[in-house]
């Protein structure tokens, strides 16, 4: 059961955004009266979307969840509530409101996003948090709502929600939130879709197609398709039979163990046209080992010590023209594993990679 206190600020129900009350409870009415927990797939979203109804203090009470509220210095899990209503504005529960012991809940969203200039030294892909605690403003019905973010990863849920900091969606505070905010947006949208709920017609929405990646049966024939496309055709038939066998046998076994998975991607790879790069790289290796990959001289202008991903958009303006574009599979480490692409193809590449669980990513 929902239980919500109140604030003093403007409620969030802009009748054009996506991010709004009406949006967000109706989301929050299928996880509670339908089911609490669920993983599903967007289009332009690296990965699964995960979203979860947690309630406080039913989602703690357990003996890891004791344990982390005691280690973050709080006696029960109101009071780590407390904490977070005080992030972001909301009244706090009072001693006697604690002992009547009501449940409150949030929803929490999870997915990743492409990193910001800045972030990209570091990461391939960023996990933006969204956690959505609803409140009642100038009114004694529940009617807004309050979010906190966090691109941390939750491997301590209390020390992972105290850490999470308010955001303002109509005003990110740096890049990483307003990327955030803009895949957020195609969440929701995503969020709708999978869940058969009406948009009202006022909401601008972030895209106009089905966002929506359906669960399709995968077979060999699905494999040779995503081989073809990320060699642009330059593979021998008796090596795409091959490979797309093995690679459909691997991923039947839907093997959990990091190096089985990715160490087959890495022999496939190898298999076609492509290179392994160290995350730093100069602008001539580029130069060689696209022009290897291409079969053809490739040259392109970028600035005085500019190095590494840094270079992308360089990189690409120049294979643009040639109707190309640098991928890279998702080494999961701290190295690239590059292919060039037919341009007109990425959409499908990027559609089929999470269809077969072979992670590809765009380079920006």
């Known amino acids: 059961m929902k239980n919500f206190f109140s604030n003093l600020f403007g409620r969030n129900n802009d009748p054009k955004s996506i991010i709004s009350f009406d949006i ?4 929050y009415s299928h996880l509670y009266n339908e089911s609490n927990s669920f993983e599903f797939k967007v289009k332009e979203i690296h990965d699964s979307v995960l979203v979860n109804l947690y309630t406080f ?7 890891e969840g004791r344990a982390e509220i005691k280690k973050a210095g709080f006696k ?11 992030k972001i504005d909301i009244g706090v529960l009072s001693e006697e409101v604690m002992n009547q012991e009501l449940e409150y809940d949030f929803i929490h969203v999870q997915f990743y ?6 972030m990209k030294k570091y990461f391939n892909h960023v996990l933006n948090n969204f956690i959505i605690f609803f409140c009642c403003t100038n009114s004694l019905e529940t009617n807004d709502f309050k979010i906190l973010y966090t691109t941390s990863y939750f491997l301590d849920y209390t020390k992972g929600l105290l850490d999470a900091e308010f955001m303002d969606v109509n005003n990110p505070k740096n890049e990483t939130q307003e990327i955030g905010t803009k895949d957020f947006k195609l969440v929701l949208q995503g969020l709708c879709q999978y869940l058969n709920i009406k948009i009202p017609e006022s909401i601008e929405l972030p895209s106009t197609e089905n966002l929506i990646i359906e669960d399709k049966e995968v077979t060999i024939e699905t494999f040779e398709e995503f ?10 038939e008796t090596l795409l039979k ?8 691997n991923f039947k076994k839907e093997s959990k163990q ?11 790879f190898e298999s076609i046209s492509s290179w392994n790069s160290d995350w730093k790289f100069d602008p001539e290796d580029a130069e060689y080992f696209i022009s290897e990959m291409i079969g053809g001289d490739l040259n392109f202008e970028y600035p005085k010590e500019t ?8 990189i690409q303006s120049a294979l643009e023209k040639l109707n190309l574009e640098l991928m890279t599979y998702d080494t999961y480490g701290d190295n690239y594993l590059f292919f060039v692409a037919n341009k007109n193809d990425v959409n499908r590449i990027l559609e089929l990679s999470e269809i077969v669980n072979i992670k590809i990513d765009k380079l920006y």
């Open 242 to 249: 091959k490979q797309s066998k093995k690679l459909f046998k």
């Open 227 to 236: 081989i073809k496309l990320v060699s642009r055709g330059n593979v021998e």
């Open 258 to 268: 990091y190096h089985a998975t990715v160490n087959g991607h890495f022999d496939f």
């Open 76 to 86: 029960n899990a109101y009071e780590v509530l407390n904490e977070l209503y005080k």
């Open 57 to 63: 203090p039913t989602s703690l009470d357990h003996e």
């Open 24 to 27: 967000i409870d109706s989301i």
């Open 307 to 314: 190095y590494s991903h840094d270079l992308f958009p360089y």
């Open 113 to 118: 996003s492409k990193p910001s200039p800045e």
